[in-house]
């Protein structure tokens, strides 16, 4: 992997970059925020490497050296990755982080710490980072990744020069999935879920993912026919198969999408639809709903997937879900 | 508030049996079963027993030995310093657990406190929940605990005395001629050797006797105490059970049930500001400061927790309090609607016992004090200790005040002398 | 890579190295011990990338031979095991051999391992000895001179500076300052150097190295040899080189903080002052600051008291040597006085107030090379 190679999918960050790399102008700290699948990541650990790489021409790192071959096997002792342990990002990684940047670096002076999913750090970690963000050591660079720029603190966007990442085209991916041999129909899936391509090809690998679409459909299906029986579906197709808080994450966007795809026959986007082989049972319902009871639903989703991070019951939540579908 | 009710009250006194040997022993398992005492000073001679396990006293030690007398009486005694901070960490326990009985607790020491059950939590009877109480503590914290159980706090606290270790025992009114009364008058909460000399000399030598002697007679001799004594004497006592009242282990706290759930934090960060406006005005009432602060979050569903912050320098101000009660809200808030919030200053000390350690960076702002503390000195030095105390905290002991309202005991406060304390 | 080693040279050698391996690393490399091999002997390296220790085995030394090297190369292996299996080995000597994709076999006797071991490039690369930069001290003095300052240092990570020790070299001497900003501690101490222009304002080293620094040194008049690098400082004793990271950022200065006047002075027996202080504090203890008291009094005597409204109170009075000045009240921290006076090393010491609210500093009678400040506590 190369810049070049970045710049196919992120033009925009990648030259933003480098730039600032070839001019030794780094900034201290780095918000990159996008979608998942966008690249985030990998940008940040080329970035990284390119940070320590001594060996790198230009701006481009060599990837062979001590350096860069330890920032991907992270073993790098002055690279420090953190990611949410379990829901959060808590305040003891922080503090880690925290005292290991009142040190110098072990091998030089420079240090670099990479946030996962910076939007999970609970208030106390952000604020303690917030400490840090404002007295930045010498030679240390931080870079932030998120989902969700809005769910962090001001205070802590506003020390970070934001890159913004470019979601990657959905059809160029679905495409390429198909060049590989997986249905059509699931490539589409799974492409409505993530932008990477190792994402979707790795839900595509997955029998239960498979499953979980028909499930969802069946439940959607019970749902427009027979909403008085959409409990019951819901004993029967759903809680059996989404046991875990990531796979019920997983259901709830697979049926916002057939809401979507609703609301979309509504608007005659035919084209951009996903569970194109559902189309009969997506007319009759959008037919028989308006547009704007297919809008409240899936704000009634999109709760839910809020719910869902703030740790409620899970059968609980579904079951709410579920009346207020009904309720429209 | 307590409800004003005609039924009966149902108090318990909770009293840990040999508590400092006790906690090392649960602590400790291996020393279990062995006599055990805690001393001052363990190795010198003029080391004294400060408290000794029920092994210990079997043999003969007591309490207020010295630690050489101790070992004579029994040779096989283990003596180990007192570790204070253990016992706090073990007394808060105990209480923790008596919480979850009622919230009406009194601690009266570090061993020791009343509970009013009468409108428990629990639906089981007084006695089940006494010996519920007594199991818990001796399985969960290993400490066992005699509980006296009756209509008031005197008599709880006698009760509690007649069995031990390990005793329940309940001590209806009318039970006092055959339980009560047969006492002799020294053994009798409330009457030290002073009080005991009068009572023989107007020949009470048992509870009973005082009991039946007239009102009239005792307060002559005894005065206001004799009045308090007679009452008690006849198992009337109605003090009620005060969570707040007793000094040491006082904690001050403020709380308020929400008209309507919380689901925003800054809405719970205005009610943390109020809250802890009343809760300096309380400190200052009570000339106290803190050494920690407790955040009592209450969900819409009655779960509640409660999660607290310790620091070594103490405060009283509002802006602090509301700071490190925001910062648990911030911290342990778990998106909930809440119900109730509270604030309470868990670890209050007196303001003339307050210290604040001066820091290298800082101290020159506390310099400019310096002058008028020498001045205080002086004046005191030349004219005698008594001569301004009362303009300033504490007797014999020259110290200064922090704000206007400095005046320490209450009859300063009624002579209503006017106090100027530096300002800030 | 190959050798064999004498049995209990390794096991010494991996003691040595392992009181730097940590098992909670964040870094996998770490949990492993690198093993390097070259013409003239064999290298052990542990590290928690805070501490990392280089033990240096050489082929000979006095005429007596410890390892026999017989293919140069370098392998990590997990230190864990790799410790526990050197100690049970049951043969007087012990080969190592490295084989393919970091298959290392350990023989020893009738026994034989064939562990995983971890690819040695991965490894943190520790900062080579420049030899013209270096200046020496004492193994002893240096024992003492850390422990005449470690214990000041702030065990908070409220300002992480204050968990380190300051060296500060300049033309031949060394200062070290440790604070928690309530008290201050700092020792003067010549050292050795090849260059006079050697320089460096602003060590700041963690506490915690030093301590661990201070159990491997022995109390002998060896030289130790002294490196700072941008990153790391390191010792370097015979065989062993101990390396330490740096904190980032400036020392703050304290040199202004000391105050240089005085109001009250007194001389006093440092020993019969401790134990007076250490029995008051028996009550202060329970108090929460472990506050004592200090008053002075007309005979030339002091008094310490303190008062525990919990516990009762205590007043210990003990003679000065020589008194002057103001007479003064000043309450502290029973604990940092206690810390202070343990490590002065003297018998008598100097006390120097500036007033009830002020920091106060102690100094030997004898010598100014160690100074300590504690800041009062205040009553109200």
Known sequence: MNWNTLADRQPYVVKLLTNSLKKDRLAHAYLFKGNKGTGKRKISIHLAKAYFCRVKKDSEPCGECPDCKRIDSGNHPDVHFVAPEGQSIKIEQIRQLQKEFSYLGLESKSKAYILEHADRMTSQAANSLLKFLEEPGQETIAVLLTENPQQLLDTIRSRCQILTFAPQSQRKLIESLTEENYPVQLARTAAALTNDQAEAEEYLNDEWFVQARKNVLKLGEELFERPQRALLALHEHWNPHFKEKQQVEIGLDLLLILYKDVFLTQLEEEHSIVYNDQQNILSVQALQSSQSRVRTQMLHILEAKRRLNANMNLQLLMEQLVLRLQEG | ?424 | MKFIMNRDQLVDSVQDVMKAVSTRTTIPILTGIKIETHEDGVTLTGSDSDISIERFIPVEEDGYEHVEVEKSGSIVLQARFFSEIVKKLPGSKVEVEVFERFGTRIRSGSSEFNLNGLDPQEYPRLPEVQENDKFSIQADLLKTLIRQTVFAVSTSETRPILTGVNWHILEGELNCVATDSHRLASRVAAVESTTDELEHPNVVIPGKSLTELSKILDDSSALVDIVITESQVLFKAKNILFFSRLLDGNYPDTSKLIPSDSKTEMVISTKEFLQAIDRASLLAKEGRNNVVKLSTMENGQVEISSNSPEVGKVFEHVSTESFEGDELKISFSAKYMMDALKVMDCSEVLIRFTGAMRPFVLTPLDGNTIKQLILPVRTY
């Open chain 2, 1 to 424: 508030m307590l409800k004003k009710t005609k039924t009966a009250r149902i108090i318990f006194h909770v009293d840990m049996n040999s508590f400092y040997a006790s906690v090392e022993c649960s602590i400790n398992p291996d020393l279990r079963g062995k006599p055990l005492a805690i001393a001052g000073n363990v190795e010198e001679r003029r080391g004294i027993v400060v408290t000794s396990s029920y092994e210990a006293r079997a043999q003969g030690v007591h309490t207020t030995m010295t630690v050489w007398e101790a070992k004579q009486k029994c040779p096989g005694l283990i003596v180990m310093p007192p570790s204070f901070e253990r016992y706090r960490t073990a007394s808060r326990k105990m209480f923790n657990l008596l919480s979850e009985y009622t919230d009406l607790i009194e601690p009266i020491s570090i061993d020791e406190g009343y509970m009013d059950v009468t409108e428990r939590y629990s639906d089981h009877s007084p006695i089940e929940m006494a010996e519920e109480i007594q199991n818990r503590l001796m399985n969960e914290l290993h400490l066992p605990c005699s509980i006296g159980i009756a209509p008031n706090k005197f008599l709880a606290k006698m009760a509690s005395d007649m069995k031990k270790p390990l005793g329940i025992t309940i001590l209806r009114k009318r039970e006092l001629p055959g339980k009560l009364w047969p006492l002799p008058i020294e053994e009798m909460h409330g009457v030290g050797k002073k009080t005991m000399e009068k009572f023989h000399k107007m020949n009470i030598y048992t509870i009973g006797d005082l009991a039946s002697r007239d009102l009239q007679e005792v307060k002559l001799h005894l005065g206001k105490n004799g009045e308090k004594l007679w009452n008690r004497s006849k198992g009337i006592d109605d003090r009620p059970v005060d969570p707040e009242a007793s000094n040491e282990f006082k904690s001050v706290g403020t709380s308020t049930t929400l008209p309507e759930d919380i689901v925003q934090i800054d809405e719970a960060a205005n009610v943390l500001k109020e809250l802890s406006q009343s809760l300096e005005q309380r400190l200052k009432r009570k000339k106290v400061v803190t050494t920690s602060v407790q955040l009592t979050i209450r969900y819409a569903d009655r779960k509640t927790i409660t999660r607290s912050q310790t620091f070594s320098n103490p405060i009283q101000q509002k802006e602090e309090l509301f700071k490190i009660s925001n910062n648990l809200f911030k911290e342990h808030w778990d998106e909930r609607p809440v119900r109730l919030l509270g604030i309470t200053a868990t670890q209050v000390i007196d303001k003339s016992n307050a210290t604040r350690q001066l820091d290298l960076f800082s101290y020159k702002e506390h310099t400019k004090d310096e002058q008028l503390f020498e001045t205080l000195e002086r004046i005191n030095r030349r004219y005698g200790e008594q001569s301004i105390q009362k303009g300033i905290e504490k007797k014999g002991d020259v110290s200064h005040g922090n704000e206007n309202e400095t005046g320490r005991n209450e009859e300063v406060d009624r002579e209503g002398i006017n106090r100027q304390g530096r300002k800030r």
